[in-house]
Every structure is written in C-alpha cells, then in structure tokens.
C-alpha cells in the first residue's frame, strides 16, 4: 500500500472500538468522583479528603502518562490497553469493598494507574486510524471517554445510591467488555507495526513547522496554562457541583446528580464538536473561542438561580469542552512525530490539574465555604487571552 494510500484511509471500525473502550473507562472512572457525597458520609470525610482522593487518582495518571508515552513512542506495545484496563478492574473492585480512607486511596492510585496507560496508547491508536483527519479523530476518541464521565453520575444516583457502594462491583464487567474490544484494537495495532503501515500512518502531518526551537517551546507552555485554566475550572465542577447544589438549592443527592450528568453531558457534546471544526477552521481559532470565550458565563455562574445555573453550566461544558482536541492536535503538529509524549503530556498535564484544583479548591471549600469556589474560579478563563501568543502553524514540506 502507497503512502498516500495510507493517508486517505480513516479506519472508522478502530475508532469506534477506542472510542467505545474510552467511554467504558472514563465511565468507570467517574463513579469515584459520583460517588463522593456517598463517600463523604460513610466515611465520615472532610472536603479536603475527598479533594485528596481525587488527588491520588489524578496525580498517579499524570506523574505515568508522559512517560508511558514517551516509552512507547520508542517502543510500542499494542496489547498495553488491555495492561492498563486490568489495573482500572482491580482498582473498581477495590473501591466497592474499601473498608477504610488508606483503601480508597489505594482504589484511587489503581484507576489512576489504568488512565497512565489507556490515555497516550489510545491517543496513539486514534491518530494511526485518523486517514489524516487528525482533529475529528481525537474528538471521536475523546467524546468516548467524555461520555462515560457524563454517564457516571446518572448510573451512580439509578444504581449506587439506592443499593450501596458494594453495587460498584457490578461496573467490572464493563471492565472485562472494555478487556475484550482493547484486545482486538491490539491486534491491529500489531498487525500495522507487522505489515509497516505503523510509521506510515504516524507520521501524517508530521512535517516540520519552520518555527524556532524556543517559539516551539513558549507555544507548549502557553497550551499548558489554558489546560490549566480549563482542567481547574473543570474540577470545580466535576468534583464539587453536587454539593453546591445541595447547598445552595437545597437539592437532594439523586437531583445533583442528575443535575451533574447535563453539565457533563455537555461537556461530551463540546468535545466532539471541536475536533472537526479545528480541522476545518484551524485549531487557533477554536481554542480562542472555547476558552475565552466561556468567561462571561462562568462570571454570571455564582451569582443565578437553579434554572439558570443548570443553563449556564451546560453552556460552559459545551464551549469549554471543544478547545481540548484542538489543543492535542496544535501541539502534535507543534512537536512532529512525537505522538505518545505530546498525549501523555497534555492528559497527564490536565489530569494533574484537575488533581491540583480538587485538592485545593476542597481545602478552599472548607475554609470559606462552597459558594466562594465558583465566584473564585469564574476568572480562570479570562487565561483565554494567552491564545493571542500562540503562532499560525504553517507547515514546510
């Protein structure tokens, strides 16, 4: 098969099955930060505590994803997914059985371990299946595993709730599917490496940008600070949206949580939308508008009441969601061939955030109560104005 045989060929197939392994997983995962105020009062535990567990499971994904990444940029291991799948069933089985705070942590450290695996590998398996539709692939593969986050809420309030955390026990045979299909997508990202068509496929788009080494660098750091501003303000959200709920509307647990999966929901909705649209439009523009332009609305956020808060944070999901795959893929252009780093990089970077601002917003929570954290965090995407820095990539043959 020619290079350019290669190149026109998007495999829909793998995909779908990557995109259907990221919903599994992210889905799983989400049960933990779903979980919380049943958490909270079984165990008895402070916002700081629950703003550590989500800690433990973030930094453990962030501190691995680059280097697995760069790992298996230089050495490939295709049934790595399936490695990194078992370590998130063991981690699910452990959470529903936990009998202490040391055991969820441990729970935690195992999901985490799982996404340091699953995130750059699948990432990679995206792109080698993109046919040179880089920004739809990745939104594919991301609208997955932002779906099984939206899910993870609403399964939480129908299942766990009523019948208690050991009913998370039942999520492993999602596990076990997600096992079955990251089995098959090892077998063809085998058979690529067998047949040559690996490196083939990788480096589509990877031409180099004609810009500066230090240029190059500035650019990372500047798509580092918008993850930062997006992935903080994300954590806001996802880990303590319920409880603000709770406490400012007087809302029950169940509607919280249903209240959670429409943000997240839109967050899935947002995800799939920007990736194509960066393909056509450019990546630059979309990441001016998603993360600029979400802050008028995270600014009226702290300040409306119930009907207009479920509105206006389907609107943040939505806008906010869209810059992400754009960003992966500015960056994968910014540093040619370097796949597996550019994806650990930027997942391991968001999941960090997302580590950090749980765990400080929760101590911020304690200190000065719920509400405060929005009116602080309504700011952060004002970060937006960084996007101005960043280049035109314009390739050179």
Known sequence: MSSQAVKQETSYRVLGAISLSHFLNDMMQSLILAMYPLLKGGFNLSFAQIGLITF???????????????????????????????CTLVGLLLLATASNYPMLLCAAALVGSGSSVFHPESSRVARMASGGKFGLAQSVFQVGGNAGTALGPLLTALIVIPNGRGSVAWFSLAALLAIAVLWKVGQWYAHQQATGHFKAKLRQGATETGLSRGKVIASIGILLALVFSKYFYLASLSSYFTFYLMHKFGLDMQAAQIHLFVFLFAVALGTIIGGPIGDRIGRKRVIWVSILGVAPFTLMLPYVGLTATTILSFVIGL???????????????????????????????????????????????????????????????????????LPDVKKKA
């Open 56 to 86: 433990t499971f973030q930094a453990t994904a962030s501190l691995l994803q680059p280097l697995v990444g760069m790992y298996t940029d230089k050495h490939p291991k295709p049934y790595s997914l399936m490695f990194g799948m078992c």
């Open 319 to 389: 806008i906010l969601a869209s810059a992400f795959s754009a960003i992966i893929v500015y960056a994968q252009e910014l540093l040619p061939g370097r796949v597996g780093m550019v994806a650990g990089l930027f997942f391991g970077f968001s999941f960090g955030m997302g580590a950090v601002g749980a765990a400080l917003l929760g101590k911020l929570a304690d200190l000065q109560g719920i509400e405060y954290v929005y009116k602080v965090c309504a700011f952060l995407p004002l970060l937006g104005l960084l996007t101005a820095f």
